[in-house]
RNA sequence: GCCGCGUUGGUCAAUCGGCUAAGACGCCACCCUUUCACGGUGGAAUGACGGGUUCGAUCCCCGUACGCGGUACCA
């Protein structure tokens, strides 16, 4: 459809800094822009935008790569996979944005600022009796107070730049003009020149601020879409300016901004403090703070399948209309439209995506769940000695009462090690001296015992309780408190044959033990 | 402050002028189950406010309020 109005190949690109982890916002745009291109058979391309020496974070740009592969979100060029419009880092860029300075200021609609930050900060000052508010800042009210081309003689500029004093490039804002930002979700937003700032283009070090960059770089790179988060949209406009002022204009992408997501409670953008704040990932992959040296857990590390993770993100801002709500990716490649993403900032529902990966273990097949729980008990060093067979039986088992991935050993622990406590109040008022003496005739039956899988001791139990003439019931309730400490888990039978013979027996004991202080 | 974007239950949301306002998560009750879950059935719970436009506004327009974002030589 838009390919078609554009008549250009659908070419997306996911812009990230590297400056920590990608958390839950980021996520969903690279998700959207993988989507998007897989539908339309475009390419998807990953661009580092590192223009910020300070806040670059080593193994940031690593860690995102290995989100992509997580996700199994295919990434077409990039500095790991190659590609003909590289280098795709823009620190490696550096030359390339000369030029188009260049070509702006050769045309009177950037300038040189030679003020130094004490200057700017000065200005500010000065500035406050006269102005109102704090509305103080570098624009057509105050540029030409300032120490820049516009003010200098061509000569003082020239001196000025051969003896190397530091300087910046800004565009010159025109003085009275609507610029307008075609936004495929939102309409057209409009925005008054005169209220905007000369943004710097190029810093002092050389480097393009983002607003140019990415002006120069979508433009080499041939982006049809730009879908990026919803903190754009205010600077919009001036990438909107940048591009008819450097004539290109009719190969401008479209735009769509998306919306925001908020933190679960209270007010604002979610941020890392929530994650810790609130014990909930807000990263695909654990990540490691470097400053505090903290290890923050993603949702892989909480027990979360990646395919979970990409359905509830990708309906948090998008649905096809219906009451659908989990797709395949497949489904979603296939659905996905630009028309129905949502155009407000929605909190995140932790609850919620807990859920859908709920649902996706409940659909798994057995051996692949299998395979993921023993890779949690690998990670969380469980020792055991279960087969696959008895592992597959228990994922089998349990799998109805597992959200997480983890929960197959938290909400099973008792299947790993004996109860460290026995809730002897469970059985307050149903213990007696009569009942301690039926389970001591019962260790003696599972002694003599030869067969302990499930079913024999089903009838073993049922024929127990025909010659003590009692209902199944009456043993039912302690013999599971003395098995697994408390009124939890699976059928008892189950649990007798998964933990064995010598570990019933033993467990029973231990439980008569305790519930002697009781009766 | 200024600029931009938003506003349907506790949360996420459907509706594209006809509403007795879907559905999901969560919550509650009951059923199933001599445990806990799963499952089943049912329930409580919503259009920010004020003006228009219209035979009719959740839906369109304008204000107000509120929320979010931006307002850096950060992205």
Known sequence: MNDEINNKPIRLRFAPSPTGGLHLGGLRTLLYNFL??????????????????????????????????????????????GGEYGPYRQSERK????????????????????DTPEELDAMRESFKSVLPHDQIQYDQKTRMKMTNSLTLSAEETKKKLDNKTPFVIRIKMPEQEQIVLPDAIRGAVHFDSQLLDDKVLMKADGLPTYHFAVVVDDYLMKISHVLRGEEWLPSAGIHALLWRYLGWEKDMPIWIHLPLILKPDGNGKLSKRDSERLGIPIYALQWKDATSGDLIEGFKEKGFVPQALSNFLALSAWNDGSTQEVFSIDELIQKFSLERLH?????????????????????????????????????????HHYTDTQLEELVELTKARCQLINDFYDQNAYLFHKPTSIDTAALTGKWNADKKKLFEQLIVVFEQANNFSHDVLHHTLQEFCATQNIKLGEIQLPLRVMLVGGKFGIGVTHILALIGKKESIERITNGLNALSTIA
Request: with cysteine.
């Open 36 to 81: 998007f291109v897989q539908q339309q058979g475009g390419k998807l391309i990953l661009r580092i935008e590192d223009t910020d020496q300070k806040r670059f974070v080593a193994g940031a740009e690593q860690y995102i790569f290995e989100c992509c592969q997580w996700l199994g979100i295919n990434i077409d060029e990039s500095v790991q996979h």
């Open 343 to 383: 155009h407000h900032s929605a909190k995140f529902d932790y609850e919620k995506a807990k859920w859908y990966n709920e649902t996706y273990l409940q659909q798994m097949p057995t051996t692949a769940l299998t395979d993921c729980v023993k890779n949690c008990l690998v990670t969380k060093q469980i020792q």
């Open 95 to 114: 030359a390339l944005y000369q030029q188009y300075v260049q070509q702006l200021i050769d045309g009177g609609l950037a300038y040189y600022a030679f």
